[in-house]
């Protein structure tokens, strides 16, 4: 066996058993939950979770709110009774996703150049008048050369994506000029497949409708995710081998 061949050996196996150790938690997971059903994500407190940061935009100088003598009304309010849409840190409001994307690309760009290069001395100082022997000796063709490259690349893209559900999120935090960060999360479990979508985003006091709803559109910095996980989910993923040779792989 060759000393490359066995480089090769050692370095597959060396790979196999880092991914097997990255994955024996998760495995073990998994095994342990053989025949049971997923369990759903206990309500966490988004501000608490790891690598959580507060938003932070560019905001105007606060305004202080002021009273006109003998008058009830306020400088800077929307309404003159309370107003029950979420205004403040811990309000709910519904968020209506409304997702509707069709995307249709193609894209073509060919290529070809072909070169040639021919140079040489076809009678140097009279070869021809030496004979067989000296035109043998004396250059003939210098350099012959040619070349032909092509390339003809085609893509294309045809995407649709339909997306429309409710789901009621939570204001986390109340920025200075009085926008509201928000975040939702929603789950729900049919048989062994839970499904799952997440909102967040910066929404308007001004776009939140009277029934305490806001548009997807009309979220600054929207982060919209819908997926699930469960048996359906882990048989439509490659093994955890196949994924390491698919990034190790150059071919």
Partial sequence: MSVI?????LLTGAVLSLAALASGCSSIDRLSQIGEKPKLTEIENPTTQPGYKPVQMPMPKPEQASYNA?????????????DQRAARIGDLLTVTVNITDKANIANETQRSRTNKEDSGITD????????????????GRILTADSTTSSDGKGSVNRQEALQT?????VTQVLPNGNLVV?????IRVNFEIRELIVAGIVRPED???DNTIDSSKIA????????R??????????????VMDVLLPF
Wanted: proline share 3%; hydrophobic share 35%.
């Fill in 5 to 9: 061949r066995l480089n090769r050996i």
């Fill in 70 to 82: 003998n008058s009830l009304w306020r400088n800077g309010s929307r309404a003159f009774f309370k």
């Fill in 124 to 139: 140097f100082i009279g070869s021809q008048t030496l004979g067989a022997q000296g035109q043998k000796i004396l250059p």
């Fill in 166 to 170: 409710n789901v009621a999120a939570v």
């Fill in 183 to 187: 975040e939702g999360k929603q789950e």
């Fill in 208 to 210: 939140i409708q009277s």
């Fill in 221 to 228: 910095q929207a982060r919209i995710a819908y997926g699930g």
């Fill in 230 to 243: 469960g048996q359906i989910t882990d048989v439509q993923q490659p093994r955890y081998g196949q994924q």
